[in-house]
Each structure stands twice: as C-alpha cells, then as structure tokens.
C-alpha cells in the first residue's frame, strides 16, 4: 500500500425525490488499500457503491479516478469492477466463458482469452476442469471464486465488493474472508468492500469507514474504530459496549450515571467543565471485584447478575446495575465468574482502557 | 410418496390427455388416412394410394405454400423486430404501465378476427377512410391499399402481435436485472448486451413467440381472403377449396398433412431447443 491517492470523492450528494441519501460525502481512498464500508441497512452504502461503478449519477460532487474525472462516465466505460451481491454471473454461460466476458468484451484473442481464464482459475484455487463447467453446477463457494475471477479478468483499477459474502453460511464465509484477504494482498488491487457486517470489516480490511444515514461517522483503521470510536453510534456498532453518560461540574469533579469513580479520575478524564461526555468501556476491560481477582478499579458498578452467554473462547456476562443499566462483562475461559444467577455483583474497570466520546 | 405422487399426476392429466385425444389426435388421424385415398372419396374403406401426394407436386400447389410459409416467415420476423422494444418496455420500463397495455392488447382478441378485419377493409379500400380522405382534401384518387402481399403480411402482423408480445415479455423478464448491469460494468456496451445477455437469455420467450406467431401465420386464412383479396392464394385457402369447391378430401387432405408436417418439424426443432420450464417459472 502506497499514500498515493487512487479514488477521490469530494462532495458526493445523491438525492431521491425528497430523500438524501448522500450528504455530500468526502473521502480518499489510497492505492493498494483495503477498505470497508459499514453501515447499517439504509446508511447509503450500496448508493455510494452504485455512484462509484457508475449505475447511478451522483445529483452533486465529483469522484476522480487516478486524478481523472469519473462521474459522468458510463458505467461501460469506467476501469472500476464490483463484485454484487448476487454476484451477477451469466447463467447462460459455462465458467469459462464467464470469465472471459471482460476480456471477449475488450477484444482479446481467443487463445490468450484462454490463457488467462486458466491462470484465473489457479489463482482462485478452483480446478481447470471447471472451464467447461456450466455456473449452476457449482457450490456457492465455487460460485464467489468465479465471480471474483471473471472481475479479475476484467483488471479494474479498483475492485468493489458488494456484500458478496453475506448469503454464504459462517464456515465458507470465514473460508472466504481470509482467501479474499490473502487475494489483495497477492494482487495488489485496490478493494473497497461494502458490508453492514463489522466483524467481517475487521477481519479484512486495512481501513474502514462507517456510515450513518448517508454521511461517513468515523473513518480510521479498524483498531482505532474499535478502541477509539468518534460517537456512541459507532460504539455500538463496533460490538458489545458500555456506555456512560459522564459530566464535568464547575469544579473539577465529574459526575457519572450509574457507576461508583475514584475522586483522581476527574481530572484525568480531560473532561471541560460543564461539558458533557460518554465514556466507553468494552466488555472484556472490565471485571468482576471480590473472590480470586478481587481488586477494584478507578471506576465500579454494583449490580446483579442477569445472564451468562457461552462464547467458546470466552464468556459473556449480562449485569443489571443498581440504576437499571444492562452492563456486559467478558471474561477468558481461565477467569471465568463462578456464581448463581440474580446474586449481587461488582464490576470494576480501569481509566485507562476506557474511551471518552465527547460532546454526547 | 413419490409413487404415489407420480399416480396421482397421471390421475390428473387423465380428463385432459382424453380430451387431447377425441379433438387433436383422432381428428389428426381422420385426415392423415383421408390423404392416402383415392381421389374424390368419402369414406375411407379403400385400398391406400398416394395419388392426392402426387397431385400436389403437379398442379404447383407448392407455390401457395411458398405464399404462406414465406408470409409467415416475414410477419414473424417484422413482429419480432417491433415488439421487441415494446416487451422490454413492459418487462423492465414502465411495470404499472404493463397491466394497462396488457388489457388494451387482450382486449383486441374480445372481438372476432374477422370484424376487425373488415374495419381495416372500410380502413383501406377505395372510397374507405384513407383514400376518401386523400381525396377529399388533395382532388388526387388512388386505386386503395387493398388486394397486395404488404397489406396481407399487415393483417398477419397486426392479429397475431400478442401472440409474440406476451412470450417476448415473459422471456425479456427473466432476464436478470444485475446480469445486465454486470455486463455493463465489465465493459459491455449496450449493443453487446443485447446480443450476449438478453437475447440469449429471453431466448425461451423468442422462441415461443416465433413459433406461436409462425405456426399461426403458416395457417392463416382470413387476412389473405379479406384484405389480399385474390393477390395470392394461401395453402389453407387451397385446403378449404379442396374439401368444400373441390369436393376431393384426399386432395385436401394432403395438402393439410404436408403443411402439418413442415410446420410441426420447425415447432419440435424449436421447442427442444430451449429450456420451457424455464418460461414456465421453474428455477434452472
């Protein structure tokens, strides 16, 4: 991955009829990266991905491509591919031939035409028998290998990804996640995956942007998206949260709903006074005070527990705290919290791994 | 289960295999045994010969059904070229439009193809709407549009465009939307679209509307009596003849077989061809 820029939106609106579904969006995509776009159902992802290929035209803004102008290029014309969500093949067509489309399209000979779908095959790991192989004799797994291949034959300069994975079972999308993680590195393609999956946004990509009803929340590296989030949508978004409203009184001191702090933790927050906040504290930062880890935190809550959840490598915890705020808990296999359903509980966690998100 | 099932189907196809069989196939064979009799008979208690066969090659009657293939070839093709962005429009472009379009063209088959032929006669002849209008604003006369192969191949398109419409749009609609827009992406510019996504994917609907328009047109009657008037004679008007003026079944027989047979080689060429299930709604 270079810092060279290869995709450049600037001001990207889209509206239809009286709804916005784009509110003039911004962003830089860099060349060779691996981004994700997340968002729930409706943030406007699949628009945003629809203006970039060019089957729609944005009502405002420009998309530059390589510091080229693309907004108004039909879609036949732009050196962008995408991978839909159905995946589009040609059912009329053997696996060969779909392959080929691009390159029958652009005029290649026959024989490199040919040359090419085979070396596609290997690098998708499927077998070359499967040239001759009509699509729908071929497993969904299969059938995404294909998908991808036909749109490596076509050697866009950037590859959009359309939530391909999201009808495939959790094994084969796992299986897939890591071989498309593995294909960008081994190609060096640009990818931009839409997904309103985070967990499969974090497996994959170098960067990911989140939207919200039309406009990009936070866009960062999946580490700082997850430790560091801009706002309580992102948040919880981003997994299994808890959350507190904190605020600053003129003082120094902070006040906080629903949890116990030590008095040095104000002045650490970083809190203004008279400001407002959420602080953040992911599940498995915090723990359960008293038997064998018994020590407090700068920060505690005291509570019942609610509910115990079997993760396989970990556990999960659901805690009813004393104000009626539902707190999740994780904790390893090892550390696992021995005790009865309903019985009285306190959690701790330090100020340290928490995050605070200002202004809400 | 599935034997039981399997009974059950053929339980049910019963009343309509009868059926099928007193009104199609007896009939059918009826007149196949009628074309191997003597000339002029009417029963069939004779010794076979292939006599009427052989009149046809002799008397020229090939010539009426060159006339009737080669006009339903044409209509076929001229139905083909027009419905075709119409289809898409209804399967694709305007769906609430669709129901609209889709009474006013059934509504045409509520009156008798007959009556709306000879409106388009009164259209059409001399002293009919056209030419009286021309004449009555210009001073200029002409003989009317009547009586020529271009105003019969008119009549064969203007019947039978539903024939092709409705296949066409059942075809052009399983057509899916993202494979065309797939086909675009990777750099398909519309024309090859057409030509690589949607002709061979509606194809189960092209060949279904050509057969039906084709097989319909070949056997056609009325557009060459009313409007082609005696311009060229049409093998089912040489078949009616032979049975009727002629009074020879055997003759009329035969020529009916002959245009049978020819006709149903082209539907069974066609049919196996493509995938009829597909049209029908089952997933390939």
Known sequence: MT??????????????????????????????????????????????????VGMDEPTDGTIWLRGKRIDMVPANKRPTCMVFQSLALFPHMTVGRNIEFPLKIQGVGKDQRHA?????????RLPRAYYNRRVH?????????????RALAFDPDILFFDEPLSALDYRLRKTLEKELKDLHVRTGKTFVYITHSLEEAMAMSDRIAIMRAGRFEQVAPADEIYNRPISRFVAEFMGEVNLFSVRADEGGGVLAEGMDLTPDVGPRLGLAAAETGTLMVRPENVWFVGAGNGRGGD???????????????????EVESETGQRLTVETSREGRHDGPLGEPVTLAWSLDRCHLIQGE | MDRLNSRLGALAATPMLVLLGLTFLVPMLVVAAFSVMPPKVFDLWHWPDVSAYG??????????????????????????????????????VYRRFTLVLTIGVVMTLFVSENIRLFGWVLTLMKGGLIEGYVRHWTGIGF?????????????????????????????????????RQAAADLGATRKRILWEIDLPLAAPGIVVGCLLTFVLAAGAIAESKLLGGQAVIVIADEVETAFTYGQNWPLGSALAMVLIAIVGAIAVVGVTRVDLDALMGRRR
């Open chain 1, 3 to 52: 810092n060279k820029t290869v995709l450049e939106i600037a001001g990207l609106h889209k509206r239809f009829g009286d709804f916005t579904a784009l509110h003039s969006l911004d962003l830089k995509v860099r060349d060779g990266e691996f981004l994700a776009i997340v968002g729930p159902s409706g943030s406007g992802k699949t628009t945003l991905i629809r203006l970039f």
């Open chain 2, 143 to 179: 003989d009317g549009l009547l009586y020529n192969v271009p105003v019969i191949i008119f009549g064969l398109v203007y019947v039978y465009l539903p024939f092709m419409l409705f296949p066409l749009a059942q075809g052009i609609a399983m057509v899916p939307d993202d494979a």
């Open chain 1, 116 to 124: 090419r779908a085979l070396e596609l095959l290997d690098l998708l």
């Open chain 2, 55 to 92: 009149e046809i090659l002799r008397q020229g009657y090939w010539k009426s059904l060159a006339w009737s293939l080669g006009m339903a070839l044409a209509s076929t093709a001229i139905l083909f070229v027009i419905c075709w962005p119409l289809a898409y429009a209804m399967a694709k």
């Open chain 1, 299 to 317: 920060m505690m809550a005291r509570g019942h527990l609610r509910g115990e959840l079997n993760l396989g490598s970990r556990f999960q915890y």
């Open chain 1, 137 to 149: 004799q071929c497993s969904g797994g299969e059938r995404q290998r294909i998908a991808l291949a």
